[in-house]
């Protein structure tokens, strides 16, 4: 077998909940649109100054808010993988994002939040085969072995926005996260029962994140960084293997299973990561984004084995445009697919394997509910690529439904009647 062993060797579920093979190798996992906004324009955001974004692309974005609003953001990934001509499908169903913002006047705006920044959850079994010889019975053990991975980020976010100069907002968070793995790899022997190699990493880490943005009538963008502190991180590894023990007449064997636990603190420290954004408004019809961003992998560190760290990590930039068109955002009493957002937008994403990349395009629309609200729903195809597996193909498709809401936002009318 080559370097994807076994990966179309899987079980017979049909809906495993994964995403992505390659992923497993990559911090946390693979990542996914910040918000229904980006998910629907190509992954752009940075430089966007709607409300609704709370600071989930920066924290100086909190600067253009002057009204409590919320947001929660679900997705749906859909991924294919194949090799030689075969193929298997997963689907992964989770909320991607939680945010509230509440202004406080003069003293700026302060925003909550949770968000599933990255994840993956990949498994496969092989078909029932020979195992081994049983030296004392003389006998074939058969069974089948499976290996799986889970591993995310997860964030829980406070921050701070001030509008104090227009084309200079500030904005700080901090920001609480909790990075895992969790490696699983099994022998199941018929009649018998079976081994396994559990390991389980835990980080709970901090991370400060700050950033500015600015807009005028045409124009609007935002820089931000997030910068990880290093800390520890735990792993626990427990393995339940074949032993054997001797007889009162010490002639004969008999296998039985044994646990074997062991825990160990290592330093972690993830990699920093940086964007810019920026959007320019035309007309009060068309919104034009284009957003670029830096994973510095090669700043990430660890002293742990490779269980904390699947591989060396690469520099990762990823790349974004898209564009939203509103027919008739000037009008006092516009029909209703004339308030509605149409949107679009492609993106480019260096992984941080060498060798990695993805490429995607999507749509999407923005509903307006009532006068103060919007569901965004946004839908994106795309395919993930990897030199080191190259028989091996994905891809994927992700749908998500965000709701956003809050008070009715002041705006100056574009004409006076």
């Known amino acids: 077998m080559n370097k994807a062993t076994g990966i179309l060797l899987l079980a017979s579920t049909v809906m495993v909940s994964a995403q992505s093979l390659m992923g497993m190798r990559y911090p946390g996992g693979v990542s996914s649109s910040k918000t229904g906004f980006s998910s629907r324009m190509g992954g752009t955001g940075t430089g966007s100054s709607e409300p609704y974004l709370l600071m989930a692309h920066t924290p100086s974005n909190l600067g253009n808010i002057n009204q409590s609003v919320y947001t929660l953001k679900l997705g749906l990934d859909f991924t294919r993988v194949s090799e030689n001509g075969s193929s298997v499908d997963f689907a992964r169903l989770v909320p991607d994002l939680v945010g509230f913002a509440f202004p406080l006047g003069n003293a700026g705006t302060f925003g909550v939040g949770f968000s599933k920044e990255r994840g993956n959850d990949y498994y496969y079994k092989t078909p029932e085969r020979d195992l081994a010889i049983n030296p004392i019975a003389q006998d074939t053990l058969r069974g089948w072995t499976g290996y799986s991975r889970k591993t995310g980020i997860t964030v829980w976010e406070a921050g701070w926005g001030h509008s104090a100069i227009k084309l200079l907002r500030p904005g700080l968070s901090y920001r609480r996260f909790y990075y895992s793995v969790e490696d699983f790899k099994s022998t199941k022997m018929a009649n018998f029962g079976g081994t396994g190699d559990s390991i389980d990493v835990r980080q709970a880490g901090n991370s400060l994140r700050g950033g500015i943005s600015g807009s005028t ?55 920093p990561v940086g964007a810019i954004g920026v959007a320019l408004h035309p007309s009060e019809k068309l919104t034009v984004g284009v957003d670029a961003s830096m994973e510095f992998g090669e700043q990430a560190w660890t002293n742990g084995p490779k269980e904390v760290f699947y591989t060396n990590y690469q520099n990762a930039l990823s790349v974004s445009a898209g564009a939203e068109f509103i027919p008739a955002p000037e009008l006092i009493a516009p029909r209703y697919f004339e308030k509605i957002r149409y949107s679009g937008g492609a993106r480019f994403s260096q992984l941080p394997v060498a060798g990695d990349y993805e490429f995607a395009i999507n749509t999407g629309l923005g509903l307006p509910v009532g006068t103060s609200g919007l569901i965004d729903l946004g839908f994106e195809g795309g395919i993930r690529r990897c030199d080191d597996l190259s028989d091996v193909k994905e891809n994927f498709f992700k749908f998500s439904l965000t709701t956003s809401g809050g008070k009715a936002w002041k705006k100056k009318p574009a004409q006076v009647y």
């Open 217 to 271: 009538k045409k124009f609007s963008y935002g820089i931000t960084a997030t910068y990880n502190f290093e800390g520890d991180v735990t792993v626990n590894r427990t393995v339940t293997d074949i032993d054997t023990i001797n007889t009162k007449s010490g002639t004969n064997y008999i296998p039985h299973l044994v646990n074997k636990e062991t825990d160990s603190t290592y330093q972690l420290r993830l990699a």
